[in-house]
């Protein structure tokens, strides 16, 4: 199976997981400097000890780059979410504490925020496995907070608004036009489309 003309990778080694973890760990370094244009492929290489030929292997080219870092950054904060979860008494609460706290681990760290998010944006078809990827783990990181093994048609519906939601307050409030007030209210409005009418039928998870 392939992805626009990119064969589908064979599994990596453990040689090849190191080599790719210490990629995407200097280009979320690079990025915290300065941002999206801070990550250029030639010092991506030089800062992970690999050739530049080897990393465009990996990575074809920043945004695939970058969007991947994004899906590291979210595997990071799910193993912590998973060690400890959010409190609140309702799925709509938990979701929405989860988000809050999947921002503000962004908020410290603004430029690379701002490159991952700026990457998903000029992400075309190319990178549409690496979009999918961070889709799904946000989608799982939402599912978790819900404690429902086996969510309805309109469970996850409202979980695809949530997501748009969260990605646009990341956005508005990445340029300015939305204050850390205004992206809570935002997170937390979406969040009650979990308990709408219907929207709490799924099976509880058991334990």
């Known amino acids: 199976m392939t992805v626009e003309g990119r064969p589908a990778s064979p599994p990596l080694t453990a040689r090849q997981e190191a080599r790719r973890r210490r990629i995407l760990h200097a280009s979320a370094r690079l990025a915290g400097r300065g941002g999206f244009d801070a990550v ?3 010092e991506v290489a030089e800062a992970a000890e690999v050739a530049l030929g ?3 292997r990996y990575f074809p080219s920043k945004v695939h780059l970058l969007v991947a870092t994004m899906q590291d950054q979210l595997d990071g904060l799910h193993a912590t979410l998973r060690k400890r979860p959010p409190a609140g008494e309702g799925p709509a609460e938990r979701v929405a504490e989860t988000l809050m706290r999947a921002f503000r681990a962004l908020q ?3 430029q690379l925020a ?3 998010v700026r990457a998903l944006t000029f992400a ?3 990178v549409s496995a690496e979009v999918d990827a961070v889709s799904r783990r946000t989608t799982a990181i ?3 907070a819900m404690r429902l093994e086996h969510p309805t048609p309109e469970q996850l519906a409202a979980v695809r608004v949530i997501e748009h939601t969260w990605h646009s307050a990341l956005v508005t409030w990445l ?6 007030a205004q992206v809570r209210l935002d997170i937390e409005t979406a969040c009650r489309l979990i308990d709408g009418p219907g929207a709490v039928r ?3 998870r058991e334990g």
């Not at 340029?175 to 850390?180: D, L, Q, T």
Request: hydrophobic share 30%; net charge positive; aromatic share 4%.
């Open 40 to 42: 250029q492929m030639r």
């Open 54 to 56: 080897t990393l465009y």
């Open 108 to 110: 410290r760290e603004p």
């Open 114 to 116: 701002d490159a991952m």
């Open 124 to 126: 075309d078809r190319s």
């Open 142 to 144: 939402i599912l978790d």
């Open 175 to 180: 340029s300015g036009r939305a204050s850390i």
């Open 202 to 204: 799924g099976r509880p």
